[in-house]
């Protein structure tokens, strides 16, 4: 059975950093990029940043671009995203994902729970 478990988001004040981590089980994890993805109240899912399964490829959306680093440990089948200098904008919820690019939406499994992130004095 796939899952992906999402955790690390919270409340952060702007300015802020915070590191989400995406668990992940049910499928071979190394053969496929993985990306975070974001849905903010009342608008479309969207791409954040990706990484090839070897690990040595990374993609990020000109929004996060300079401000996140995506991260992967196929040892331990986790995804990481290390978010900086957060503002407003970011609240959202974040998923991971599977997919076979990592520089662009390509989401192949179920949706898990997600984890928010709210950035806000």
């Known amino acids: 059975q796939v899952q992906l478990v999402e955790s690390g988001g919270g409340l952060v004040q702007p300015g802020g950093s915070l590191n989400l981590t995406c668990t992940t089980s049910g499928f071979t994890f190394d053969a496929y990029s993985m990306s975070w993805y974001r849905q903010a109240p009342g608008k479309n899912r969207e791409w954040v940043a990706g990484?090839?399964?070897?690990?040595?490829?990374?993609g990020y959306a000109d929004f996060v671009k300079g401000r996140s680093t995506i991260s992967r440990d196929n040892s331990k089948n986790t995804v990481a995203l290390q978010m900086t200098s957060l503002k407003p904008d970011d609240t959202a919820v974040y998923y991971c994902?599977?997919?076979?690019?990592?520089?662009?939406?390509?989401?192949?499994?179920?949706w898990g729970q997600g984890t928010q992130v709210t950035v806000s004095s």
């Open positions: 994902n599977a997919g076979e690019r990592y520089n662009a939406y390509d989401a192949w499994l179920a």
């Open positions: 990484i090839s399964g070897a690990g040595y490829s990374t």
